[in-house]
């Protein structure tokens, strides 16, 4: 099994937030970056941290539901995911992030932060949650996770 070597970041989209996450090069360990207000600057954001931690590719999560079904959200994060194929040279790629932001609360419930507290930072763990996921797929299988957003996609 070969593993992709670069930089991913993990983008976790949402109404309000959208948390940022990445990964080292050698793809060991996902970690959080930032959390950028989604608003009409959202897009330009999440390349700019592509181009400062040199990404090689950007994994937006896809929130679907527990039977793998489309979520409200789903049609969102597909959206956000072709602008930000349209807008860059780095690949796309949607992975499934089913109970990722519940991984996330509970990790946070762990370490003794309360919701209120949390808000700031949940949208960046759940990246990580579901980034990591997705770098174990890669490693277990050589295959990358997800599917690749077509870069030819109109921007949101």
Do not use: W, Y
């Amino acid at each position: 099994m070969t593993f992709r070597r670069g930089v991913r970041l993990g983008v976790d989209v949402g109404r309000a937030r959208i948390g940022v996450a990445r990964c080292d090069p050698d793809g060991m360990l996902a970690v959080p970056v930032e959390t950028v207000p989604r608003d009409d600057a959202s897009v330009a954001r999440v390349l700019a941290l592509a181009t400062e931690h040199d990404a090689v590719e950007l994994v937006v999560g896809l929130p679907l539901n527990l039977r793998g079904d489309d979520t409200p959200s789903t049609a969102d994060a597909r959206a956000f995911a072709g602008a930000l194929a349209a807008a860059s040279l780095r690949p796309v790629r949607l992975v499934d992030e089913r109970l990722s932001t519940v991984s996330a609360h509970a990790a946070l419930r762990g370490s003794g932060r309360t919701q209120r507290s949390s808000r700031s930072i949940v949208d960046q763990v759940a990246a990580v949650v579901f980034l990591q996921q997705a770098l174990d797929i890669e490693k277990r299988t050589g295959r990358p996770a997800g599917d690749l957003v077509p870069p030819a996609q109109e921007p949101a």
